[in-house]
């Protein structure tokens, strides 16, 4: 698959994923689109394309991070059948906040990959989850902005 091909995968998943709410919030009451709502979107598509979505949580000097990776299952090759090295990946990171009780840490890292996912892709789901949350802190009036 070339670079150009692979571009042209991602951008059809970008136009043809249809996504909505399938989880509700028991605390707030409120509808959002959970991280397997999610992959259960996409997972026909990337499947298609034969592209592999792949997240990860990594260390790095500044703390932690969700790194999201979408790459092709298809290698890259020249006239003669030999692998080019050429790799089509697209890739992004989602810090993380390590602190907390165990079920914050994993709710943090489930938001992480959901919304990594969603700007991959550049993709958009409205979610009253985040809204509702971030509304109930100083960090509400980011959403705003």
């Known amino acids: 698959m070339t670079k150009t091909e692979f571009l ?11 996504l909505r709410f399938d989880s509700t919030n028991p605390h707030f009451k409120n509808k959002y689109l959970s991280l397997n709502g999610t992959l259960e979107a996409l997972q026909p598509f990337l499947s298609a394309s034969r592209l592999l979505l792949t997240q990860a949580p990594v260390v790095t000097p500044g703390g932690f991070v969700i790194q999201t990776v ?3 299952i298809d290698a890259q090759c020249d006239a003669d059948g030999e692998e080019t090295g050429g790799a089509n990946v697209i890739s992004g990171e989602w810090p993380i906040e390590a602190k907390g009780r165990p079920q914050e840490i994993a709710a943090a890292s489930t938001y992480a990959r959901r919304y990594s996912i969603l700007c991959l892709f550049g993709l958009c789901a409205t979610d009253d989850d985040a809204e509702v949350t971030e509304s109930r802190g100083a960090a509400g009036l980011l959403s705003k902005i």
């Not at 059809?12 to 249809?18: L, T």
Request: net charge negative.
């Open 70 to 72: 979408v790459q092709s």
């Open 8 to 18: 042209e995968h991602v951008a059809a998943i970008r136009q043809e994923v249809a």
